[in-house]
């Protein structure tokens, strides 16, 4: 497993120690500034040294995070962040490669790169900002950007359908996404450790606030006042129960997931769905993705996480096959195969 494969630090490192001495350049309350602490605890917790972490970036607001990180980092052009690591982690299977984008990075003018990633499963760790907007060029809706929504761009609102983060991982044939909030640093330093400790290509989409172009856009699921009837923490083995007085739960009924009162019309923990992540048939991941206020509450946790051969793995192992089947050992042996002639 890549996971403990990379080598280790020797010595205890701490959030200090991936802090860069850049000036961090987002504006005040943007849900980047929670992203980046997350991430800053979560490395030290991995535990790998320093020089074994790379983050990757693209275009956009989020592509400044490689500057913020005092590891090895990548800034590349619109679009091509997934690419880029790609090569990068197949080259150097010591490097935990991370990458940080956008909605719109990776989904509109990186959307192919996206899906093609994910299909491979490259062990790759995506954090996916989902602010549904284009903060950097200020305002333009984007791929997640709700239907109807009034923006730079969709003056009398958008007529576009949104993409739904969940179901188009998992229609790639995903084996890991995972959603957080940026108002809940916790449970993403939780999902980044899942996601770390994966083989494959990880997806967390990160629900985050634009506060200049897209304030609010999360609201009724983040706020406080409401988070526990409004969002179903999941955890793997347990029943998925949420609530303020923690009795709701999820039941799969006839038609498909129900929410239920514990207590009420026989139902009881024992009919509430227990949280199953490494289900291979992805039905109720889809299911649990595609949950929606205010029929239903929204998912976070980690949602999927299959076992799956990974693209950089089975690639080093071919070429490892290759090389001791192969008649060709040195240059020489080159020039001298197949059809040659003396002049």
């Not at 997934?82 to 150097?92: C, D, K, Q, Y």
């Not at 980690?302 to 799956?308: A, E, G, M, W």
């Amino acid at each position: 497993m890549s996971f403990n494969m990379i080598e280790r630090s020797t010595i205890p490192l701490s959030k200090e120690d991936f802090a860069s001495d850049q000036m961090v350049k987002w504006c005040p309350g943007c849900g980047s500034h929670a992203i980046l602490a997350s991430v800053e605890n979560v490395f030290p917790k991995i535990g790998y040294k320093r020089e074994n972490f790379c983050v990757v970036s693209g275009i956009g607001c989020a592509s400044r995070f490689p500057y913020y990180m005092n590891t090895f980092g990548f800034h590349g052009i619109h679009g091509r962040a997934t690419p880029l690591a790609t090569g990068i982690r197949v080259s150097n299977r010591q490097l935990s490669v991370w990458i940080t984008a956008g909605d719109g990075d990776l989904m509109a003018i990186g959307g192919n790169h996206f899906i093609h990633t994910i299909r491979r499963n490259v062990d790759l760790n995506i954090l996916l900002f989902n602010n549904q907007i284009y903060g950097l060029t200020k305002g333009q809706y984007s791929p997640t950007t709700p239907f109807g929504q009034v923006t730079k761009t969709s003056p009398y609102g958008t007529i576009e359908n949104p993409f739904a983060v969940g179901k188009l991982v998992l229609a790639a044939q995903g084996s890991f996404f995972a959603r957080a909030l940026d108002n809940n640093p916790k449970l993403m330093v939780d999902v980044m450790f899942e996601a770390a400790k994966h083989d494959g290509t990880s997806v967390i989409e990160i629900l985050q606030n634009c506060i200049i172009f897209n304030d609010g856009a999360h609201k009724t699921i983040a706020d406080r006042t409401t988070a526990q009837d409004k969002q179903l923490i999941l955890k793997h083995g347990e029943p998925m129960i949420f609530g303020k007085d923690r009795n709701k739960g999820i039941k799969l009924g006839n038609k498909g997931l129900e929410v239920v009162t514990i207590g009420e019309n026989g139902i009881s923990e024992k009919d509430i769905l227990v949280h199953d992540m490494t289900q291979k048939d992805s039905g109720i991941h889809n299911m649990l993705v595609d949950m929606q206020l205010p029929n239903y509450p929204v998912a976070f946790g980690v949602i999927r996480s299959v076992p799956s051969p990974t693209y950089d793995e089975l690639l080093e192992n071919q070429i490892i096959v290759s090389k001791e089947k192969s008649t060709i050992q040195c240059v020489d042996d080159l020039l001298n195969s197949g059809d040659t002639w003396e002049i």
